[in-house]
């Protein structure tokens, strides 16, 4: 499939940089791989799938020694287990890749089409972005999420993992690599940036020309670092200070349901709530409901000085400690929550709009007037009305997959999917059209 | 209206920078108008098409003062003629102004919307992007239009405009204001950058957090001296090395009206174009009809060797000189045009991969195949097939407005309308949903 179509020569001789030698060889490859229609794509992703699960004691094994050197490293458990891939892992991420094929392609996807009044008809076209580059940390799924994302929407990707992740992911690449390889597509689609030095990192953020867009997914250093220095154009991801209101009229066995699962179904993800407020109104009848159940799911509270004397004065079994202005703006991704009291929702939206980091902010209210007036005031990508914060998540929002969480207002806002991957580009059509 | 809406409290004390005092008086005025629905917006751009005819006078005076200065420093004719306003442009301008006000509000557009599987009503809706920075040179109707453009996005918007236009600019930003004002809407939505160094630039390039994007619209240096060293997310406009080829297949008299057209309506625009690529089996055929129009319209020819040899045989009246490297890549905006021949659709497709900057590429073709071939693998914002290069342009396009065209893949490509200058964000309902 892939000979039918030219691809850029490659520059003779190459660069001397590995990296730039690597966003070479991946600009060679998307020029190969955005044109092709859906279907030799998806027979590259059911091949890696299939790969995966065949190969799946090599993988293992390469995995093990990651492992073992984090576990000498004392590496934190919590960090170990999301390193580890066992066969039940690998097949689910297998599955997902099979998931990935199953959706629609989003190139060629005609976004507006009309004609003018001079007949010259006009068409905005999907197209693959060219060359994605992905810096992530020490999760080796993101390593075949990434490639299998990027494959099907017709990009290439230059995958820039942790150093503690190496041998997972040289093996992950090198099995995906045989796959698209056998499958017809050119391997180079799908590379590991070489070397493991920060200077790797620079040199891929300076890369502007070869890699389309940088996405960092990890820590706020890490993303930081990038958003900063790169030149070449960066999604910034996921750092969540989300908040959960509650309103002046709100049920209030939901609003207590709504700020559990927000805080503590799952607390090192970017869409738990790190901060609550409460409208003044209901906070003496919420507050003791909402301080029990936190209690009840290990949740040490920092309150402001309203919250505290709350607690005092119901003798609250929860942890309570006092609020710092650094509690507002922490994302703590621990059992940990800000709560605070205010006056009104305009005051609410002030503090979010001063405090967040733009990602998630969920109101409970029984009230119409107020769920409309927060939805338009709070600017952030996501606004639940009466749900959880941890909705915002691709699957959840039904794309199927997801390259990470936008938290940044140009290109994507919010969970990206396939078409998050994608350009567009403007065919216009007439028959000897000139301007006059 | 604006009182109706809290805004962010601007710090105590303010920063020391004015660039960065008026970011900030931006960001308040952005909080305020972007729930704004139309009406107000709308009522807001007709009182400045208004106060802009009304005091046509003073306009005219503040501009004859720039129009001085740069007949005292020696400039170029053509650059005075941009920057001068009469009476009738300052008319021409306050209706596209009228114009722009008649267009839909892109706000509050609902993008997608759906029902997940558990109940959950999922709206992606158009925000406004928040504060754009507009950096331009000496073109005092940009000054109009970006106001105008970024206020209906509901927008503030800090303009930087050429040291040049100061005079006419901060007249024009004073009547404006005055009008925003006078609607009842926060003058600060739209404010000069004060100071003229290029430090008042740097800082604006800074200001990240505080101005959401940067759009630079100029020459080439400026735009890339932005897109390097700007933190502020930048959509990278204008540079145009447009191609246009002429397949085996052709009407010869419609290939030479589209190539004069695209070389020669408007020379000194982005979508004119710089290159024409001829294919080996048509170029006996078209080659002297090129040339010779080419010369009628003043045209002098870069041309590769084969095109000489066809010239020299020809005996043409056209002024031809030997291509070098540099002319392929040369974005001439002047009567030049390099010319070669190529020996299949994926050479010249090649060609343009390697030297083009991405902005329009145009084939003349009587043949759907190659015309279906061009349009996949050329990766331009926008690909015309048998029209004019020049095509590629808002008002052109249709949509009534234009805030550049944008060369880079991420936000937006290609003209710019009220649209590219909105984000998104994703308004989740619920009747106390939480993740299970």
Partial sequence: MSTEFPSPDLPSPLPKSPVLQAAYRAKAAAATIAPLPRTPKDEALLAIADALQVRTREIVEANAEDVAQARANGTDEAVIDRLTL??????????????????P?????????????????????????????????????????????????????????SSSAIASNRKLVEVIRDAVGGAGLPADAVQLVPGESRESVQELMRARGMVDVLIPRGGAGLIRTVVEQSTVPVIET????????VDAEADLAMAVEILINSKAHRVSVCNAAETLLVHKDIADAFLPLALAALADAGVTVHADPRVQAVAEREGSKAVVVPATAEDWETEYLSYDIAAGVVDSLEDAVAHIRLW??????????????????????????????????????GGQFGFGAEIGISTQKLHARGPMGLPEL??????????GHIRR
């Fill in 356 to 393: 967040t980091s733009g990602h998630t902010e969920a109101i409970v209210t029984t009230s119409q007037a107020a769920a409309r007036r927060f939805t338009q005031l709070v600017d952030s990508t996501t606004v639940a009305v009466n749900a959880s914060t941890r909705f915002t998540d």
């Fill in 105 to 161: 392609d989003p190139v060629g996807e005609v976004i507006r089409g009309y004609t003018l009044p001079n007949g010259l008809d006009v068409r905005q076209v999907r197209v693959p972005l060219g060359v994605v580059g992905i810096i992530y940390e020490a999760r080796p799924n993101v390593t075949v999420d990434a490639a299998a994302l990027c494959l099907k929407s017709g990009n290439a990707v230059l995958l820039r993992g």
């Fill in 238 to 245: 996921g750092t969540g200070n989300c908040h959960v209101y």
């Fill in 86 to 103: 066992t066969r039940e892992r690998i097949a689910a991420i297998a599955d997902d890749v099979r998931k990935v094929a199953g959706l």
């Fill in 422 to 431: 994608t350009s567009t580009k403007y065919i216009v059509t007439g028959d």
